[in-house]
Every structure is written in structure tokens, then in C-alpha cells.
């Protein structure tokens, strides 16, 4: 499974921006997607995750309310709505896939499968 992650930029504290990630190659052996970020210095943190089939979602606390997931199955691309954002969301962000059974989204464990990040520069 390939990713390609694009969509990233520089934007204004409360301004929007929304990455893509265009999955290929046996994504039928995946049923997750997700989005990571690993701000200048610290670890790899989730942000949102999806299953294939739509049944679950889930987000880190610190985003809830104003980033979406969403996908378009048809060309294999899951998105991420990132709205009122703000300086501390300034990281490099990857897209991943996996297999995670429904559970525990948010985990590392599931992904397999990772896109270059794309860099998200928020200023105050």
C-alpha cells in the first residue's frame, strides 16, 4: 500500500486547511486510515482515524470539534478538514494505514502502511 499525502501549508491561527491522503496498491488489505502529527520536537501523536466501511471514527481530544475525516472510497483518498486552527496544531502531518479491527483506533500498533508527511505551519 502506497500513500501520498499532500495539502499542507502555512496559515493564520483560526484560518482552515484540508490535507489528502490518496491511497494505492492492496488497500483492500487495510480497514483504517488515519492522521498522526509529530510537532517540532515531540513524539508521534494521533489526530483522527476512519474505517474503510464508514462504522467508526475517532479523534484526539485536542482536535475534536474542529478537525473531520472524511473519504471518498471511489478514488481511495481520505481527507482531513482541519478548521480554527491554532499555533500548537503546527506539526508535520502523516497519513497511515492499517488493521485494526474496528478497535482502538488511536493506536500505532495498527499501521502498517505510512505517506510522507506534509508540514502545517499555524501562526499566531
Known amino acids: 500500500v502506497q500513500l501520498q499525502a499532500c495539502g499542507g501549508g502555512l496559515v493564520q491561527a483560526g484560518g482552515s486547511l484540508r490535507l489528502s491522503c490518496a491511497a494505492s496498491g492492496r488497500t483492500s488489505s487495510t480497514d483504517v486510515m488515519g492522521w498522526f502529527r509529530q510537532p517540532p520536537g515531540k513524539e508521534r501523536e494521533f489526530v483522527a482515524a476512519?474505517?474503510?466501511?464508514?462504522?467508526?471514527?475517532a479523534y484526539a481530544d485536542s482536535v475534536k470539534g474542529r478537525f473531520t475525516i472524511s473519504k471518498n472510497n471511489a478514488k481511495n483518498t481520505v481527507y482531513l478538514q482541519m478548521n480554527s486552527l491554532k499555533p500548537e496544531d503546527t506539526a508535520n502531518y502523516y497519513c497511515?494505514?492499517?488493521?485494526?479491527?474496528?478497535?482502538?483506533?488511536?493506536?500505532?500498533?495498527?499501521?502498517?502502511?505510512w505517506g510522507q508527511g506534509t508540514q502545517v505551519t499555524v501562526s499566531s
Open positions: 497511515a494505514a492499517g488493521r485494526s479491527g474496528s478497535y482502538d483506533l488511536w493506536s500505532l500498533k495498527w499501521y502498517d502502511y
Open positions: 476512519l474505517t474503510w466501511d464508514n462504522s467508526k471514527t
